[in-house]
Structures are given as C-alpha cells and as structure tokens.
C-alpha cells in the first residue's frame, strides 16, 4: 500500500472511530432513535469504504501482482467490485 492509500485509509478509520465515541455519547445522552441510527449508518459506511481499500489493494498486489494480467482487465475487476460492494450489504 502506497503512501497515499495508507493516509486514506487511516483518515477513514480515523472518521469511523470519531463516529462510534459519538455514538456512545449519543447513547449515553438518550438521544432519539432517529439520530443513532443515523450515526450508525455512517459508521457503517465508514468501515465498509476501509475493507473496500483494503480488499482493491489485496487484488492488486495478493490476487493479481505477478500476474500477466493487462490493465484494461484490471480495471473491469475494479469496477465489478465498486459495483458489488454499492449493491451488497446486510440483508433486510
């Protein structure tokens, strides 16, 4: 990982771990249900955009690095993962 990924990395989770001692200050506060939920949401965006930088750069370098793999093929499985993880989530 680069350096600049790393700093986008670790920006983000330092945003989640803001988000989440928030939360405990929400919860502790009895704040309404409406805001809790709120706050967990972007929590939870916050640490799904982590595992996406951290699951593109495991493509990169684990699943396709010594491979002889052109880039425009690299870029559709970038793509096919942007796609996936915008339209996964938990059930419900």
Do not use: Y
Not at 8 to 37: F, H, I, S
Not at 57 to 64: G, I, S, Y
């Amino acid at each position: 990982m680069n350096e600049e990924e790393m700093k986008r990395l670790l920006d983000r989770l330092a945003r989640v771990e803001g988000q989440v001692r928030g939360l405990r200050k929400m919860l502790e506060k009895q704040r309404c249900c409406e805001d809790v939920l709120t706050q967990l949401l972007a929590a939870r965006s916050g640490l799904e955009g982590a595992g996406q930088l951290v699951l593109e750069r495991h493509l990169n370098d684990c699943v396709l690095g010594g491979s002889e793999v052109d880039e425009r093929t690299r870029e559709a499985l970038r793509e096919t993962l942007r796609l996936w993880s915008r339209h996964s989530g938990p059930p419900g």
